[in-house]
């Protein structure tokens, strides 16, 4: 018996070799071929069943001229067709067939060729196929194309209708539409099946089904055919009528499957087959497949048919696909001007926006939640334990490449995190701005969504090996079941979209917000230095003209003047010498704040024995007007800071609250600390702030007109606090009591780095 050239594969590796994908000296016995040397179209080869066509034996018409053995139209045709310069470079798809007479037996076919490596090679329909009718074929493609283009459905019910149309086409039992994901493993998504055979509908295939090595085939040869698993084969033989050496056949419709396809389909229960590739950017992205339980003929023309209701549905549903994203982008649309809205009115504070209408962030991506990550500190991840919180921050600076990270799954970067798999599972973040110096980025994320795969056949034996060494496709597509988990719903490509677009327009509203802020406040500064300058002048000059008034009395009046009066002179003195000190060191703090020399001195300590220190200081102050100071601080918070300038900021909000709080009210400080953030709040039951100097009253010079009228001062001690905390990577704000008084709120990380520096 003759050997076909198609090795046994042993190797697992070798079942993605093309070459073991069709025999490269045979082709199915319903087509006749004929192999040309290019330089004169003489025939080389030709398949031993080539009496079917031109009456004669193989031996009788190698050697001669192809065109010799057609009628007088025929030859002419292909004549030109042949001296087409790009017959070299012909796009395997785009081959259509050409009607041909052949001339001793005046037999009417379709003959189809292409150019491999060495040989033109030319097929030909034996008269098995006249038994197909395709004289309704155009007029049903131009039926079919029109309810394509017609088609409103969403994607995936443009996939089965186009299903159905290669069923009008072909006829086969079972058309199947099948995408390809990352990996390479196809999943069903659309059917038409006639209950012949069992429904693949949302079945997934493992990529080995068809080799990853072998898909550029599907790329260049869109259009292919089994027409019968179990069929015979014809020889490609040569003058002397044995076997022709390796005809490469790669692109051959005739040609016949290698046995591990042929193996493949038969524990399908499949006779026939076609496939139809979907290639988009050079790239096999999904399959159209067909199958017949029964041996069944397709002819040149019902492939190209069929391959064109194929390409029709590929624009269709990129038509479709982007009308949709579209759709979903002006829906999400509106969110994303919401939110810059709303951050604009609260001058692009994300985290007051996040505490006061978070919905608004998690409705823009339909996450499950929204986390905002600034310096290393982690704010709306309450939910999960803080000992993950650095491992997520690590992950996420490590992975956010070109400012972006989308995964569906965390525990694959990161198999610690499977364990807040339950609240975060997949995330998709952006860094708000370029400078990675700054930390600053917003994160999505999902829950785990946990569910069941159903595969053809067991996935995680695809290919097998039986006891001879032979590797060969699985032996069952009974339905598998594969429980998914540790894996979120995934984040589409029009989310990502929308998440860049936020970033853009965030950055863009914040930068112009930023520069009329900058505008507008360098012109109040002006305004208020100017008025600074003069209040500061009053206040310098009121404490000396006060010293120097009454030192001159003592000087007048040293030997007269009762040593009380003297003592109570000179105690003035001092609280007005105090006094100056005050507004000194407060000019010298700003101006070393300003050009960066304030030396900080980070430890870590008690921060009660801070707030111990700061109310001890301000108790006088305190009990003169009956005052109650009230302290709620854990003696176990023990946080990094510099110790000196954490307690002037305590200092200073405890003297205002002192000034605007009336006598017998109370003031308290309360203090809260997780493993990443501390949050202190320094209450009082006075005046309060007017609500349209909330964002000011930290401003350089600025003083609230509660001030002017009540407790006179610089403006200054509030913006030293600002600067102070800012340099701890922390902010501070104040809000008015719904009771009456204020707080001012200190919120900074609780580990910073034990160093000193300016």
């Known amino acids: 018996m003759t050997n076909l050239l198609s090795k046994e594969i042993t190797d697992a590796s070798e079942i993605c070799n093309s070459t073991q994908y069709h025999i490269t000296n045979a082709i199915h016995p319903a087509y006749v071929l004929l192999v040309l040397n290019p330089e004169d179209y003489r025939i080389v080869f030709t398949s031993n069943n080539v009496s079917k066509i031109f009456n004669q034996t193989a031996t009788d018409i190698i050697g001669h001229h192809l065109l010799d053995l057609l009628e007088a139209t025929s030859a002419e045709k292909l004549r030109t067709l042949l001296a087409q310069e790009n017959i070299q470079d012909i796009n395997y798809s785009d081959r259509f067939p050409a009607h041909v007479i052949i001339a001793n037996t005046h037999m009417e076919t379709e003959a189809l060729f292409y150019r491999n490596d060495d040989f033109i090679c030319v097929e030909f329909e034996t008269d098995i196929f006249k038994s197909i009718n395709i004289e309704y074929l155009d007029l049903l493609l131009l039926r079919l194309s029109g309810t394509i283009n017609s088609c409103e ?16 086409i072909i006829g086969f039992d079972r058309i199947w539409y099948c995408e390809f994901d990352a990996m390479g493993n196809g999943y069903v998504s659309g059917e038409f099946n006639n209950n012949v055979l069992p429904s693949l509908m949302h079945h997934r295939f493992p990529a080995t089904d068809i080799p990853l090595g072998i898909r550029s085939i599907y790329v260049k040869n869109k259009s292919r055919a089994i027409l019968d698993a179990n069929a ?36 399908m229960g499949v006779a026939s087959s076609a496939s139809f590739s979907v290639v988009k950017e050079n790239k096999l992205v999904a399959l159209f497949g067909a199958h017949s339980k029964q041996p069944a003929l397709v002819r040149y023309k019902q492939l190209a048919a069929c391959q064109s209701m194929v390409d029709k549905y590929l624009a269709k549903y990129e038509f479709l696909f982007q009308k949709e994203a579209i759709e979903e982008f002006n829906q999400k649309e509106s969110f994303i001007y919401s939110i810059i809205t ?6 692009f504070d994300i985290l007051k926006l996040f505490r006061s209408n978070l919905s608004l962030f998690i409705k823009l991506m339909d996450a499950d939640g929204f986390i905002y990550c600034k310096d290393n500190c982690l704010y709306g991840a309450e939910k999960i334990n803080d000992s993950y919180h650095k491992a997520l921050i690590d992950l996420i600076h490590s992975q956010i490449n070109n400012g972006i990270i989308v995964t569906n799954s965390l ?40 569910y069941d795969e159903k595969w053809a056949g067991n996935p995680s034996q695809a290919v097998i090996q039986d006891k001879s060494g032979k590797v060969g496709p699985r032996k069952s597509f009974d339905s598998w079941i ?43 500064a002006n305004a208020f230095k100017s008025q600074f300058l003069a209040n500061l002048s009053h206040e310098l000059r009121t404490p000396l003209h006060v010293m120097t008034g009454l030192i001159e009395s003592i000087i007048e009046k040293i030997d007269s003047m009762p040593k009380e009066r003297q003592l109570q002179y000179l105690s003035l003195i001092h609280s007005s010498s105090d006094r100056l000190l005050v507004l000194i060191n407060d000019l010298l703090d700003l101006a070393k704040l300003e050009v960066g020399m304030m030396q900080f001195n980070f430890a870590k300590y008690s921060l009660k024995s801070v707030v111990d220190t700061a109310i001890k200081e301000i108790s006088k102050l305190a009990d003169d007007k009956e005052l109650e100071l009230c302290a709620d601080v854990n003696e176990e918070i023990n946080i990094v800071f510099d110790k000196e300038r954490m307690t002037q900021v305590l200092i200073n ?3 205002n609250a002192v000034k605007f709080t009336p006598a017998g009210k109370r003031i308290s400080i309360k203090a809260k600390s997780n493993n990443d953030i501390l949050n202190l709040m320094v209450s009082d039951q006075g005046i309060g702030i007017p609500e349209n100097e909330l964002d000011t009253v930290f401003d350089k010079y600025v003083q609230s007109s509660k001030t002017k009228t009540d407790a006179g001062g610089t403006g200054l001690g509030l913006s030293i606090c600002k600067e102070i905390i800012q340099a701890h990577k922390g902010r501070i704000w104040a809000e008015n009591n719904d009771d009456g008084g204020a707080s001012f709120f200190l919120e900074f990380p609780v580990n910073l ?4 520096y300016q």
């Open 232 to 267: 015979d084969f014809s020889l490609i033989v040569n003058k002397n009528g044995g076997a022709a050496d390796n005809i490469e056949l790669t692109y051959s419709l005739a040609r016949r499957a290698g046995e591990t396809h042929l193996e493949y389909l038969r524990t």
């Open 153 to 168: 459905a969403n994607s995936l019910g443009l996939a089965s209708l186009t299903c159905n149309a290669i069923h009008k």
């Open 342 to 347: 709303n951050l604009a009115s609260k001058k």
């Open 753 to 756: 780095e034990k160093t000193s």
């Open 411 to 450: 525990e694959q970067h990161l198999p610690l995190l499977s364990d807040i798999k339950n609240e975060i599972c997949g995330i998709l973040a952006i860094r708000l701005v370029e400078n990675q110096s700054i930390d600053e980025i917003i994160i999505w994320y999902r829950k785990e969504h946990a």
């Open 653 to 655: 909000l405890l003297n």
């Open 482 to 524: 594969n429980r998914v988990q540790g894996k979120c719903v995934p984040w589409k490509d029009s989310q990502l979209k929308i998440a860049q677009t936020f970033r853009h327009e965030f950055v863009l509203k914040r930068a112009l917000f930023d520069a009329k802020l900058q505008t507008d406040q360098a012109q109040k």
